[in-house]
């Protein structure tokens, strides 16, 4: 388990998920090798649902597809596409003070809503900047 999680936590190589895309579109092996690619970019459905299908031409045109995809998509799409499992996991901190500021300003504002002095959509727009 650990393997799999330093696999996927790794960043992803765009020419290696496109080698293993062509590289299952290719070759007709007597075991099933279209879908590696999937789990490679940490789409194990996808894989699973590739590697079922085996004996069906449908893998084989689906990894042809998805490598031409891979292909003329730049990085940026890739990383946007495949985000690594340390990527996702990351969530931006707040100071304490930060936290009781942006509190005291929620309070405010509630405070001025039901005092009428702003309506509900101001009240609104300025919840959705503080947060």
């Not at 405070?111 to 959705?128: H, P, V, W």
Request: net charge positive; charged share 20%.
């Amino acid at each position: 388990m650990l393997l799999v999680e330093k696999l996927l936590s790794k960043p992803k190589n765009r020419k290696l998920a496109i080698f293993l895309a062509f590289i299952g579109s290719i070759l007709a092996l007597p075991f099933p090798i279209a879908g590696i690619h999937k789990f490679y970019l940490g789409q194990p459905l996808w894989g699973i649902i590739y590697l079922l299908l085996w004996q069906t031409p449908i893998p084989r045109v689906a990894c042809a597809i998805d490598a031409v995809w891979y292909l003329i998509q730049d990085n940026q799409f890739l990383a946007n596409y495949f985000p690594t499992a340390t990527a996702a996991a990351t969530v931006p901190s707040l100071e304490p003070k930060q936290v009781e500021a942006i509190g005291a300003a929620l309070r405010e504002l509630e405070r001025l809503r039901q005092e009428g002095l702003i309506s509900e959509y101001e009240f609104e727009e300025k919840r959705r900047q503080l947060l």
